[in-house]
C-alpha cells in the first residue's frame, strides 16, 4: 500500500515511460478502462478509492517506474535503476 500522494500528472508520465495505453495500465492494474479515463480526466491527485490508486501505482512501480515525491524540487517518476 502506497503512502505517497501520487497525482494524475505522475500517473500519465509514468504511461508515458512505459509507452503504455490507458487499456494497458488498466490490463496490469485490475481497474477497469473507464475508471483509468474518468481519473486521468482530472487534475490533481488521484482521486476515487484508495484501492484503486494503490492498484494502479502498484502496476507502475511493478512496471519499474519509480514515484518521486514533492521534496522541494518538484514531484516527479523516473525508471528505477536496474539491478546488474
Known amino acids: 500500500m ?8 505522475q500517473i500519465k508520465a509514468a504511461r508515458a515511460l512505459l509507452g503504455w ?4 495500465l488498466a490490463t496490469q492494474s485490475g481497474v477497469s478502462v473507464p475508471t483509468v479515463k474518468r481519473l486521468e480526466a482530472a487534475d490533481g491527485d488521484v482521486g476515487g ?3 484503486t490508486g494503490d492498484a494502479l501505482v ?7 517506474v519509480e514515484f518521486i515525491p514533492e521534496n522541494g524540487g518538484g514531484a516527479g517518476v523516473r525508471m528505477k535503476k536496474r539491478k546488474r
Do not use: P, T, Y
Open 21 to 24: 495505453s490507458q487499456d494497458d
Open 49 to 51: 478509492r484508495a484501492e
Open 58 to 64: 502498484a502496476a507502475l512501480e511493478k512496471a519499474g
Open 2 to 9: 502506497s503512502i505517497l500522494k501520487v497525482s494524475i500528472r
